[in-house]
Each structure stands twice: as structure tokens, then as C-alpha cells.
């Protein structure tokens, strides 16, 4: 199992909430709210980026919203499971279905 490596200083934060990655699994959303976002990267491409350098970007990226409700089993936690191409697309819609759930919308 890879060591946690931590960086002095504040967390990641992106729209007020931790972002936390750790190898190829993001998690997204504070443990005081009803949910929170987990995001696992199952595939990557490389892609050149404006310097002609080869770099490699997720690319395939499963995403589920996780009830914080710890006497839930695991299995019961799973609200919602998608998919999506792209870091960009997966944390677009991610955070849709997450703002929506928090605020108690269906």
C-alpha cells in the first residue's frame, strides 16, 4: 500500500470544500454534509499539450455519491453511479448531482 504523503500548508479546496486525491481516487465534499463525491480513475490517455510534450490525462472516471451516514452499510451508502470521458466532464456533472442531494432535490 503507497504511503500517504502530506504538504504542509492548507488542503486542496475547490468551491469552499476539500478535494483530496490519492493516486487514482478523488474525493470531493466536506463529512458535515449528506454526501460526498467519490471519483475513481479507471483509465488514462495521453493527450500533447501546447509545448508538443506528451501528457497523461484521465481519461475514463466512475463516479458515485456517497451518503456520509456512517450506520449505513457500504453497499446502502451508493446513491448514485456514473460514468464519464474526462475530468472535466466527470466533475461537471458530479458536482450537479452532489449540490442537488445536499440540498435535498431528487
Not at 504538504?7 to 475547490?14: A, D, R, S
Not at 483509465?43 to 508538443?52: F, I, L, R
Not at 453497499?75 to 453511479?81: A, C, F, I, N, T
Request: some cysteine.
Amino acid at each position: 500500500m503507497a504511503e500517504a504523503k502530506y504538504v504542509e500548508g492548507q488542503n486542496l479546496t475547490f468551491r469552499g470544500k476539500p478535494l483530496l486525491r490519492e493516486g487514482n481516487t478523488f474525493c470531493y465534499g466536506s463529512m458535515s454534509d449528506k454526501y460526498v463525491l467519490f471519483m475513481m480513475v479507471l483509465s488514462n490517455k495521453t493527450v500533447k499539450d501546447e509545448k508538443g510534450k506528451d501528457v497523461e490525462v484521465p481519461d475514463k472516471i466512475i463516479l458515485q455519491v456517497l451518503s456520509t451516514d456512517t450506520s449505513k452499510p457500504p453497499h446502502e451508502r451508493v446513491v448514485k453511479q456514473f460514468d464519464r470521458n474526462g475530468l472535466f466532464d466527470a466533475m461537471d456533472i458530479g458536482l450537479i448531482w452532489l449540490d442537488r442531494l445536499n440540498k435535498g432535490e431528487k
